[in-house]
């Protein structure tokens, strides 16, 4: 009977083992997608940001011009 109940623990063991590897695969490729998001926001963030920082005074020198005088 032990090595029955031994044989079952290696079992549960191994099945445990396997479910931690898979998660932790899953969560290495989460963290890779993750990443790559990140890095392709970093980028468009770098190649509108400069565009936006010369816009911005004209544009609210724009709006300033529109709104109603207080």
């Known amino acids: 009977m032990e090595n ?4 079952a623990l290696l079992g549960s063991a191994q099945q ?3 479910l931690l590897v ?5 969560a290495a490729e989460a ?3 993750i990443n790559s998001a990140a890095v392709r926001i ?3 963030l770098d190649e509108i ?7 911005l ?4 020198q724009a709006a300033q011009q529109f709104r109603p005088n207080s």
Do not use: C, I, K, W
């Open 31 to 33: 963290m890779q997608n």
């Open 57 to 60: 005074p004209f544009l609210a």
């Open 42 to 44: 970093n980028s468009l």
């Open 22 to 26: 898979t998660t932790m695969e899953g």
């Open 16 to 18: 445990v083992l396997h």
């Open 49 to 55: 940001e400069e565009p936006l920082r010369t816009v």
């Open 4 to 7: 029955e109940d031994l044989a």
